[in-house]
């Protein structure tokens, strides 16, 4: 028996949520909508519709680009690759090939190829005998991000898709839901004996996933098929599969498409686009704190364990709402990680305020009573009189008098401020 190691690749489509489509102005929210009813000439594809570029999904597709550590082009056009399938109403899908707005970039140690901006297609929904067409989708912006074959596991490709799902959330860009398809999987996976160098003359792409769980299954699934069938003398074929949930494996859907297939050519109706540096260090402003250095931050700012600061940074309203409660400044934020972590409170229902408050009912806190303070006012007459004199120690030695006598349940900040307004 001869052993073998995975090759992977992946591509990842994910649905831009701008206010309006790519190349015309219809809503680009359509999930859940009555079918048929965002759309118009240019999404339709009628004859002599002309399209014009959504310049919010360009910067937002750049931004994408930056997040990742990719080189945006300083020129980028749009190319027509054309196949025929009735979700296309014009035959071909504006998308682009070889001026994509980002090349290169990397989330841990994978290597991005790419990142483009493209158009969605339309939907088919089939029902007993008919297969009906929804064009609420056609025109929606999608941007493609596809991977070098850098992946070698199942656990690698999965811990790939989280970090990229948790940016592309992060930057605010796309709701990234699996489930309703605004994120969606394609990996593409062929294996070579242990020790070979070189990648192998075929690869095999698996469909549009709408899930993590799915995707690992089915690269499984598929390097397992693909070492049975080079252990018994046959080499895998270069096709397109899909992937069955219910059945478990993937299904052969067409041979794979070369380049040359799709007849790319420039989109004659959308001139290049090209890009000033200027442009582009606006829109890297425009990039909010990501989950990586947010992690740190929590670590250092709030002396938070590694494993609490992954937790709270998970999401951007999850690391925000912390951050809030945090601010209220009653009770420790070491206190507070625990407590959200803990009992997972309601983030849509409650307010910060209201959750501190009912952290120091819980009677876990002590609160910083007048009480205490006035007490070490009176018992520290010297320090009181020398932070009078403009010494900011005697201060800190005040503080540090209030956190003993409190045992330490108490936090810094909050006690600072209430010594402040009794010093004033
Ligand atoms: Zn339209
Ligand atoms: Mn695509």
């Known amino acids: 028996m001869n052993t073998y190691e995975p090759i992977i690749g992946l591509e990842i489509h994910v649905e831009l949520k701008t206010k309006s489509k790519m190349f015309c102005g219809c809503p680009a929210s359509h999930f859940g909508k009555k079918p048929n009813t965002q759309t118009c000439p240019v999404c339709l594809g009628l004859p002599g519709a002309l399209p014009v570029s959504n310049k919010k999904a360009i910067e937002w597709t750049i931004m994408l680009g930056l997040a990742l550590e990719g080189n945006i082009a ?13 979700d296309l109403p014009k035959g071909y899908q504006i998308s682009q090939y070889d001026q994509p707005l980002c090349r290169g970039g990397t989330i841990g140690d994978i290597r991005i190829h790419r990142v483009h901006l493209e158009e969605d297609t339309g939907k088919l929904i089939h029902t007993n005998n008919t297969t009906l067409v929804d064009f609420n989708r056609s025109g929606v912006p999608l941007v493609e991000i596809v991977t070098e074959p850098d992946i070698h596991s199942t656990e690698q490709a999965r811990e790939f898709l989280k970090k990229l799902h948790q940016t592309v959330r992060y930057l605010g860009i796309s709701d990234a839901d699996m489930e309703k398809g605004s994120m969606r999987l394609e990996p593409n996976i062929s294996v070579r004996k242990t020790g070979e160098k070189g990648l192998p003359s075929y690869k095999v792409e698996v469909k549009n996933i709408n899930s993590f769980r799915f995707v690992e299954k089915a690269i499984h699934f598929e390097i397992e098929r693909q070492m049975t069938l080079l252990n018994n003398g046959e080499k895998p074929k270069q096709e397109t599969r899909g992937w069955s949930e219910g059945k478990g494996i993937t299904i052969s859907q067409r041979s794979k498409e070369e380049a040359a ?5 420039p989109e004659p109706d959308i001139p290049p686009m090209r890009f000033s540096r200027h442009q582009i260090s606006d829109v890297r402003r425009q990039i909010p704190e990501l989950p990586d250095a947010k992690r740190q931050r929590f670590i250092k700012t709030y002396s938070l364990s590694e494993y609490d ?15 809030e409660c945090v601010k209220i400044g009653k009770v420790p934020a070491k206190k507070l990680a625990n407590w959200i972590i803990n009992k997972k409170p309601d983030m849509e229902n409650v307010l910060p305020a209201a ?32 932070y009078k004199k403009g010494k900011q120690q005697a201060l800190m030695f005040l503080v540090g008098a209030v956190m003993r006598q409190m045992k330490g349940k108490g936090s810094a900040e909050e006690i600072k401020k209430m010594l402040l307004s009794k010093l004033q």
């Open 355 to 386: 959750l501190v408050k009912s952290i120091l009912e819980a009677g876990n806190v002590i609160s910083i009573s007048d009480d205490v303070i006035k007490q070490i006012l009176s018992d520290n007459p010297k320090a009181v009189e020398d």
């Open 261 to 265: 297939d799709y007849r790319y050519f």
């Open 74 to 86: 300083e020129i980028s056009k749009f190319d027509r690759k054309h196949y025929f399938y009735p």
């Open 309 to 323: 600061a992954n937790l709270l940074t998970e999401t951007r309203a999850l690391a925000d709402f912390f951050e």
